[in-house]
C-alpha cells in the first residue's frame, strides 16, 4: 500500500515543477480570443489555466494488471469513482478515480516486460472514448494517437476485432509504442496495428474499413502552450494557429473515407478555440453530405456532476471548461455518423473529397 502514498518528498517535487512562469504573449492572446468566445466565463477558466497547483489528476485503472489495496488507498485519500453507473454501456472493468483535491498521484515508470496498474490523465480526456461506445469486435482507428491515453481507455472498454493506432510523428510514435507495451498484455498487442502514416492519407489506403474512427486533432494546447518557455516559440506557435484548422479538417475527411456506412466518428481536441473546434465540424458537415450528428447531450448530462460544460453547444458536441474543483478540460468532443448513400452518390462524394 505504501506505493500508492503520495509523500511529502513528491509533494515538494511536484510543487517545484509547478513554479513556470506564464507566457505573456499567449496568456494576452488567448484574453482577447477567449473573451470574445467565452464571455463572462473566460474569467474563471483563465483562473485555473494559470494555476497550475488546482489541476486534478484522475488515474484509470488498468483491467489486465490488477493492484491490490490500490481501491482502497485511493478511497483512504478522497478519491471517488467517475463515472459511477452514469453510463449504462460501459463495463464493470472500466474504473477511473478523480477527487476534488487537487495534486497528482504517484507516476509508475515503464518497466519492460511490466505492466502499469493504472494511468495519469486529466479526467476529460475519457470522454472522448465514451462518446466513441467501442464495442467487442468492432475495427477501430486512433487516427492520432500518441501519447497512448485514448487508446488504453478504449481497451478498457472492449476488445476490438482489430485495433488500428496510428501516430504520424516520429518521437511520438515511440511514445505511444511504450505506452501500449506498458498496458496491454501480449494476447491483445496482437491485435493491435501500431502505424506511422500521414492520417490525411488512411482514408484513401483503407477507405469505408473501419466501425470507429477517434480523431484526437493535433490542436493549440492551450495549458500548455500558457506556460511556453520560449517566448519566440510561443509567438511561432501563434502565428502557426491559424493552419492547424486546415490540418484537422483534412484528418476528419480522411477519417470519414475510413469510415464504413453506419460507422461513427469522434472528433475531440484539447482547446477552446472556436476555429478548431466547432467551425472545423461545421465545415465537415456542409461539405460532406454523407455524414450526420449524433446526439451526445445525454451522455454530457449523466457525467454533469463531474464536469463543468459550456452552455449553447449543439447536440452533437461539448466543451468541457476547467473550474476549481472540477479543474478538467479544456476537452472538445464532437460526434458524427456516416450515412448510407446510393451508388451515384457513393462515386460522387469520393471523386469530391
Known amino acids: 500500500m505504501e506505493e500508492y502514498l503520495l509523500t511529502s518528498r513528491l509533494e515538494k517535487k511536484t510543487k517545484g515543477k509547478l513554479q513556470k512562469q506564464i507566457c505573456q504573449v499567449v496568456l494576452d492572446h488567448f484574453e482577447k480570443q477567449y473573451t470574445a468566445e467565452l464571455g463572462d466565463a473566460w474569467s474563471s477558466v483563465r483562473?485555473?489555466?494559470?494555476?497550475?497547483?488546482?489541476?486534478?489528476?484522475?488515474?484509470l485503472l488498468n483491467r489486465f494488471s490488477p493492484s491490490p489495496g490500490l481501491e482502497s488507498s485511493l478511497a483512504e485519500q478522497g478519491y471517488h469513482p467517475a463515472f459511477p453507473a452514469a453510463l449504462p454501456y460501459l463495463p464493470a472493468a472500466f474504473r477511473c478515480y478523480s477527487r476534488t483535491a487537487p495534486g497528482r498521484f504517484p507516476a509508475q515508470k515503464h518497466q519492460p516486460g511490466r505492466l502499469k496498474g493504472y494511468y495519469l490523465l486529466n479526467a476529460a480526456s475519457l470522454l472522448p472514448?465514451?462518446?466513441?461506445?467501442?464495442?467487442?469486435?468492432?475495427?477501430?482507428?486512433?487516427?492520432?494517437?500518441?501519447?497512448?491515453?485514448?487508446?488504453?481507455?478504449?481497451?478498457?472498454?472492449?476488445?476490438?476485432?482489430?485495433?488500428?493506432?496510428?501516430?504520424?510523428?516520429?518521437m511520438r510514435s515511440r511514445w505511444l509504442e511504450q505506452t501500449i507495451e506498458s498496458f496491454i498484455p501480449d494476447p491483445l498487442v496482437n491485435l493491435i496495428t501500431v502505424s506511422k502514416l500521414d492520417g490525411r492519407q488512411i482514408g484513401d489506403l483503407q477507405p469505408e474499413f473501419y466501425d470507429k474512427v477517434l480523431v484526437d486533432a493535433p490542436c493549440s494546447n492551450d495549458r500548455s502552450w500558457l506556460f511556453s518557455a520560449d517566448p519566440q516559440q510561443a509567438v511561432l506557435r501563434l502565428m502557426q494557429r491559424k493552419e492547424l484548422s486546415s490540418l484537422q479538417f483534412q484528418l476528419l475527411r480522411s477519417a470519414v473515407k475510413a469510415l464504413r456506412p453506419g460507422g461513427s466518428l469522434v472528433y475531440s481536441t484539447c482547446t477552446l478555440s472556436?476555429?478548431?473546434n466547432s467551425d472545423v465540424i461545421k465545415l465537415l458537415l456542409s461539405s460532406c453530405s454523407n455524414v450526420m450528428p449524433v446526439d451526445i447531450s445525454g451522455m454530457a448530462r449523466a457525467v454533469s456532476q463531474e464536469f463543468a460544460f459550456l452552455s449553447g453547444t449543439q447536440q452533437h458536441e461539448l466543451l468541457v471548461l476547467p473550474e476549481k474543483g472540477r479543474a478538467w478540460g479544456p476537452m472538445y468532443v464532437a460526434k458524427l455518423k456516416k450515412v448510407q448513400m446510393s451508388s451515384d452518390q457513393h462515386q460522387l462524394f469520393f471523386l469530391l473529397i
Open 274 to 276: 472556436r476555429a478548431e
Open 129 to 170: 472514448v465514451l462518446a466513441l461506445e467501442v464495442r467487442d469486435g468492432e475495427d477501430v482507428l486512433d487516427l492520432c494517437a500518441a501519447p497512448g491515453g485514448k487508446s488504453v481507455a478504449i481497451l478498457q472498454c472492449a476488445c476490438p476485432g482489430h485495433f488500428h493506432c496510428n501516430e504520424y510523428d516520429d
Open 47 to 59: 483562473d485555473v489555466l494559470t494555476s497550475p497547483w488546482c489541476w486534478q489528476h484522475a488515474l
